[in-house]
């Protein structure tokens, strides 16, 4: 069993044009329709192997250095790992992604892919150690920052740009990411990166083609209880969004949709998608509907004739077939692949994110795999007893909520996530793994974690979020970001499944200097500005009641164009004592215009020789002329004031930043 979002081992990344020229997409795509009526053929003339089942799993995984951030180190890690095909490279140079071999479906199947993934990953710590890299199961690294994301920390490979610049070219423009949940995130990006924010354990489950329209539609109905009880993926750039944002992040990152003044009048699907309907009867309607609806974006040179092949007596490959499927991101996706010389159909679940521990998921992957067995052997027509549109519902609802949901289900209607999971689904997929002859022990124990986490509320998003909560007084936000991924690194060797982790403490980031190397580790963010027309009183009063004495001004684009200092403040009144709380002074009148900034990846002396140079109190942080944050002489008297005690004291690891010292910095100069 093959991954399907690999290439087939005869096109390799070389073979894949940058510029895919209207030729090339033409011969290309006549493939592409070779390969859909051979399969056609094949599936008609019962060539698909049938009466098998075997399981099987991607996994992948972000770097991080030893602050605690994104490593960008992925080939050199590889390189240490060449002699072994389970690795593989992701779009960023922070990910890395191994696959586990194909198992058959029952006995001890599910404790073997645990021992599988716990080989691979210790080899994969093993080479990241050598290099002064961690490796963290997550569905989205708290740590990640916009400026991870740019196109120099793209994977080097002719695969990755090209498929960002087909996207990019058609969509039009930017991408735009906006999302609403505790907190708000809106964003725009120039490439496909924010795709390497996320990262899944992908679980495969093969198919006959007989059986696989009944499957794969039982597959999108209990896709929303599986991630109800999974998610892990709720904190994005320090934000807390959807219990599992990685759903949204990934659909709004490669999402080619132009977007113009008519946009909205037209359906579009986007290329990561739930799907619009039921499967009536074959893996044809998915395959032809997604040709039907989605440009080629890739294209490789396809040697083989697969109706060559079959004549033959051999199994074509249909590498055109599969390397256009590799750019459709169903959340379920259909699969064809060659395993023992014989051709096969699975489906690949998608839906599942990384981590938070190994025994979580195969926790996870075990509820999935028991829910699929056990429906079909309880409903002959999942269509009959759900609609799409609720199932569909479910999905969404379960994203944003988590365990919180509510859910559409057989018989039910509006019922509690964790009141289903546990009276309902749960036994079911216990009943499920028993069809299938699977060790009881494995069940118990599988099972019996999942139970055991639904039962107390604590999924991989709600320790994150507990755990950055409860340090919501304790250093800045970058360290507070920094101890949830060393804690989820110590915690993931340890084992144990997240429902029993205590939380995150900042202590776990090792302190130390390493934390405030950057100005945007430690800037304010929680800004108090003014508007060029509005009146200097109200800055003056900001001053007064937040104790600051630096008032940034911003346009209505939020691009800064000045400054209030306590300065320019005591000048006005002193040039002419009427000014405040009489005479109506705009602040553009007495606010300074020509700024020194830095911007968030500023190093901290350089940052401190700004401000000596130039003799300014106070650094404002722009990002692409936009105000994110700022800095003042107090932040660095802070930071040089912790330092010094404790390197008095002789503990410098315990050093502690203390946030938002902008809103205290006091009146006096």
Known sequence: MTACVRLPPSMGSHDIERELDAERLRQFTRKLLTDLRAIERMLEGGAIESGVRRIGAEQELFLVNQRWGAANNNLEILADLADDDHFTTELGRFNLEFNLDPMMWGGNCLSRMEGQLVTLLDRVR???????????????????????????????????????????????????????????????????????????????????????????????????????????????????????????????????????????????????????????????????????????????????????????????????????????????????????????????????????????????????????????????????????????????????????????WVGHKDVPARELLLEELIPLARHGLELGNLDSADIDRYLGVLAERVEAGKSGSQWLLDSYTASRDQGTRAERLASLVAATVSRQRDGAPVHEWPLAAIEETGGGPAHYLQVGQFMTTDLFTVNADELVDLAASMMDWRKIRHVPVEDAQHQLVGLVTHRTILRLVARDPGALGGKSVPVSQIMERNLITCAPNTSTLEAINLMRLHKVGCLPVVDHGKLVGIVTERDFMNVAGQLLEAVMQGRAAEVRPRPGEYAREGTDD
């Open 126 to 408: 093993e080479a990241a150690g050598k290099h002064g890299t961690s490796v963290v199961m997550t569905g989205i690294l708290p740590t990640l920052e916009k400026a991870d994301l740019t196109l120099d920390n793209m994977t080097p490979k002719p695969r990755y740009f090209a498929l960002n610049e087909a996207m990019t070219r058609l969509r039009g423009g930017a991408y735009i990411f906006h999302l609403k949940g505790q907190d708000e995130l809106k964003l725009s990006h120039d490439s496909v990166m924010l795709e390497a924010c996320n990262t899944s354990f992908q679980v495969h489950f093969q198919t006959g083609p007989e059986e696989f329209a009944r499957l794969y539609n039982i597959a999108q109905a209990v896709a929303a209880p599986v991630l109800a009880a999974a998610t892990n993926s709720p904190l994005l750039f320090g934000k807390r969004l959807w219990r599992e944002t990685r759903i949204a992040l990934f659909q709004q990152s490669v999402d080619t949709r132009a977007t113009g003044a008519t946009s909205h009048l037209r359906e579009q699907s986007p290329r990561v998608r739930f799907g619009r309907g039921w499967v009536d009867e074959s893996v044809m309607e998915i395959f032809q509907e997604d040709v039907s609806r989605f440009r080629v974006l890739l294209a490789a040179d396809v040697e083989e004739d697969p109706f060559h092949v079959l004549a033959k007596g051999g199994v074509p490959t249909l590498q055109a077939l599969r390397l256009f499927n590799g750019t459709i991101y169903r959340w379920n996706r259909p699969c064809y692949g060659i395993s023992e010389g014989k051709p096969h159909l699975r489906i690949e679940n998608r839906v599942l994110p990384a981590g938070p521990s190994i025994v979580d998921e195969v926790a996870n992957a075990a509820f999935w795999l028991g829910l699929m067995s056990a429906v079909y052997e309880q409903h002959r027509d999942i269509r009959q007893v759900l609609q799409f549109d609720q199932v569909k519902e479910n999905f969404v609802a379960a994203a944003r909520l988590g365990l919180g949901a509510h859910l559409w």
